[in-house]
């Protein structure tokens, strides 16, 4: 951060009179805060990182007090992320602005296999944090788990079943599975079954695995009663709306067996619980019929949710959700994103597989291409059917995939060309465009003018200055994740 940026950002605080998510004031007017620990992890642990600004005062109504000793204070700083696991190394900046010191400490996210990053003198247990909006809470046991399962390259879809035996399973199901397994694997085909079981994940020293229960048994349930699917249909909005007679449902059903079964009775589910309207082409005649969401893209997500979910021992008590509301279908599957994988990169970036061993499965099965081309086939479904695009929400320990009902929104007057966007000055046709979040490069493109770091230095910039145009990330205006939005 360059000091003129410490300065706009010191500005930024007065008008917005909050922190943020990548945000932290502290006043230090008096001393370098004893307890920074919460703040230090919670930033670590989020990709964008964070910055700490020292020298405003929250609770004086974000009054620029000043720090007491700028080389003190990062001397205590740079001590007290010395002592968080991994180490912290801060990027600092000093101003010098109306008299008084102010310092930033920017914190950088670390990688995910570094996670969670935590204060040694409490542990991982007790010392790891996570920044919910403008507060360092306390990681989850789970989710201090999810991090190690990444960096050790757990498998829960391995791990054994002992009250399970070979009598429990289905062996018609199981001998057509390796049947297709070794169709066109000659040398696959020269071991005994025991032996292409253990190889392939099915087994462990014999004993039945999590994914042969899954995949193979009689009655998956009896063993993990919670494995399954609850999948009801809500005759409003929001659960806990009631129908006219008083019914929390309109449908309610729990859904077990197999993998498979579970995805064909899921897909079932929603087929009769949705609408389906036919549709007569004015011009040739022919009939079709279209239903409230396409049932392509609701398979790909439900059984995204069934391979893809956490099966470790901290979700097996959650059952993947399906949600039919009135204006929406939401499938929630317990675990969150798995790795590196972020919310942005869906159907665009190979991602770290959480359960191969089902996945390798449902591949043979047929069920799955296993190609990654799930999220890609929901984006184009959906599009086909002039709807909205598919929501993707990471919430803590659960991941949701959400489709709306009807018909794709219009745009927004300010999403229009810029052929549309009427009379006024270029500033004000800029403003207009701005009404809705913008990156550096759809502003450069609507200016017409090819250099992008131009554009924004000579035509945003002293918008920002005018408190005309905000930053998403006004501690970090460099960063590739910023948009610009009109106030």
């Known amino acids: 951060m360059m000091p ?10 007065q008008s917005l009179k909050a922190e943020t998510q990548t945000l932290e004031l502290k006043a230090a007017a008096q001393g370098c805060p004893t307890r920074l620990y919460d703040t230090l992890s919670s930033f670590s642990n989020q990709d964008e990182g964070g910055t700490i600004l020292f020298g405003v005062d929250e609770q004086a109504g974000f009054r620029p007090v000043g720090v007491y000793d700028p080389q003190d204070l990062m001397k ?30 920017e914190i950088p996210g670390i ?33 201090i788990y999810s991090y190690e399962a990444f960096r050790r390259k757990y498998q829960d879809d391995i791990r054994t079943v002992e009250q399970a035996g070979w009598n429990t399973l289905d062996r018609d199901s199981l001998d057509r599975y390796l049947d297709k397994l070794k169709a066109g694997r000659p040398h696959l085909s020269k071991l005994k079954t025991a ?82 309207k036919t549709i007569i082409d004015p011009e040739t005649g022919k009939r079709a019929d279209r239903e409230d969401y396409p049932l392509t893209a609701v398979r790909e997500a439900i059984l995204n949710a069934l391979i893809h979910r956490d099966y470790s021992l901290y979700t097996e008590g959650m059952p993947i959700q ?36 089902l996945v390798v499965a449902m591949e043979i099965l047929g069920e799955t291409e296993n190609r990654y081309s799930g999220i890609p086939t929901i984006r184009r479904e959906l599009a086909q059917a002039g709807m909205d695009e598919p929501e993707f929400r990471n919430e803590g320990g659960t991941f949701v995939v959400c489709f709306r009902k009807g018909a794709k929104a219009p745009r927004p007057q300010a999403q229009v060309s810029t052929a549309e966007q009427g009379s006024g000055t270029a500033e004000e046709k800029l403003l207009r465009f701005c009404e809705v979040p913008r990156t550096r490069q759809e502003i450069a493109a609507f200016l017409g003018i090819q250099s992008v770091p131009y554009a924004i230095k000579t035509h945003v910039m002293p918008l920002v200055r005018q408190g005309r145009i905000a930053l998403s990330l006004p501690e970090k205006p460099k960063s590739p994740k910023q948009r610009y939005t009109a106030t």
């Not at 003129?4 to 605080?13: F, G, R």
């Not at 009896?222 to 909005?237: D, K, R």
């Open 4 to 13: 003129v940026e410490l300065e706009n950002l010191i500005d930024y605080v």
């Open 76 to 105: 205590h700083v740079t001590e007290q992320c010395g002592q968080m696991a991994p180490v912290i190394r801060p990027v600092f900046t000093t101003l010098l602005k109306d008299g008084k010191a102010f310092v930033s400490a």
């Open 111 to 143: 990688d995910v296999a570094d996670r969670p990053c935590f204060y040694a003198g409490k542990g991982r247990l007790k010392g790891s944090y996570v920044r919910v909006g403008d507060a360092d809470q306390p990681m989850t046991e789970y989710e």
């Open 195 to 276: 032996e292409i079981c253990e190889l392939v994940g099915l087994t462990r020293e014999g004993v039945p695995t999590l994914a042969a229960v899954l995949l193979f048994s009689l009655f998956p349930q009896g063993y993990f009663p919670q494995l399954c699917i609850t999948a009801v249909s809500v005759p409003g909005a929001e659960v806990g709306t009631l129908g006219p007679e008083g019914e929390r449902f309109l449908d309610n059903r729990r859904i077990e067996g197999t993998l498979t079964e579970m995805l064909e009775d899921a897909l079932a589910f929603v087929r009769k619980n949705i609408r389906i």
């Open 322 to 357: 399906l949600l039919l509301f009135e204006d929406r279908f939401e499938v929630r599957s317990p675990g969150g994103l798995y790795g590196r994988l972020r919310i942005d990169q869906l159907g665009k970036t190979q991602p770290d597989t959480r359960n191969p061993v």
